[in-house]
């Protein structure tokens, strides 16, 4: 057995975190230049330093859950949120359960609340996020965020939303009051049920086939008939039927 299957192991069972389910010599790279950056020789010296060294352990976590975000990611598709799919969730019901999953440190929730706050009070506003990296979700909770983050913020909703202190901006309260955050992990946690609409973009990618399909299946059980599965640019679903949902927009599929 090679040292990086031996080492997916080893990091199974210490954390419960499944290695073999993100694409191979992608992992294997990322984990690779960490290792060799903090001056180890192998898989093997790397997991023993791992496990007695907590800080190196949650170096190891966010390099490997890839912590790259943004508010209004590809800001054309929360367009379309805004203008279209709302719409229709809010004709139905005014209070939706929303889960933005695999959040990292808290931009989509965020921006999810915020465009959601064009139709409806903030106060009526509530979304679960989740991650799986416990590092991301302390910074998700904190909301400050350099000024890179928010380039594609519209000025009018900086200047409402945010409080810039220094070079750092720090999300108002009236939108990280409507955010629960909570760890959780894709492959082997257990799913909510009767979202109006999940959220879960950009992460797909860095998954096998197999992993892919088992996540999809367990959105679409979580969704209610008529809720919305929004995905990232890079991930269009080819064949939307086998887990029973409709394209609505790009990269919007809606549960039959």
Not at 76 to 83: A, H, I, M, T
Not at 107 to 118: F, K, M
Request: proline share 2%.
């Amino acid at each position: 057995m090679s040292d990086y299957l031996k080492f997916v192991e080893s990091v199974k069972r210490k954390t419960g975190i499944d290695l073999a389910a993100y694409k191979e010599a992608q992992m294997k790279r990322r984990l690779t230049s960490l290792y060799e950056k903090k001056g180890y020789k192998n898989f093997v010296d790397f997991f023993a330093a791992l496990e007695k060294d907590q800080q190196l352990m949650n170096e190891f976590l966010d390099r490997m859950t890839i912590n790259v975000s943004e508010f209004y990611r590809n800001s054309k598709r929360w367009e379309v949120l805004e203008k279209k799919i709302f719409p229709k969730l809010l004709a139905t019901n005014r209070r939706l359960k929303i889960w933005s999953a695999a959040c990292s440190t808290g931009e989509e929730p965020y921006t999810t609340t915020i465009v959601l706050s064009n139709l409806i009070p903030v106060s009526q506003i509530s979304i679960f996020a989740t991650d799986l990296d416990e590092n991301a979700i302390q910074r998700a909770k904190m909301g400050i965020y350099p000024e890179r983050s928010l380039a594609e913020v519209p000025n009018n909703v900086k200047l409402k939303y945010f409080n810039k202190q220094g070079q750092l901006y720090q999300v108002d309260d009236s939108i990280k009051n409507t955010v629960t955050f909570k760890k959780h992990n894709l492959l082997k946690d257990t799913y909510e049920k009767n979202f109006d609409l999940i959220i879960c973009r950009n992460v797909m990618i860095y998954f096998t086939e197999e992993a892919k399909d088992q996540i999809y299946k367990n959105f679409s059980d979580s969704l209610q008939s008529g809720g919305i599965l929004f995905v990232g640019s890079t991930e269009q679903i080819f064949d939307p039927g086998k887990y029973g949902f409709e394209t609505e927009d790009t990269f919007f599929y809606r549960k039959k």
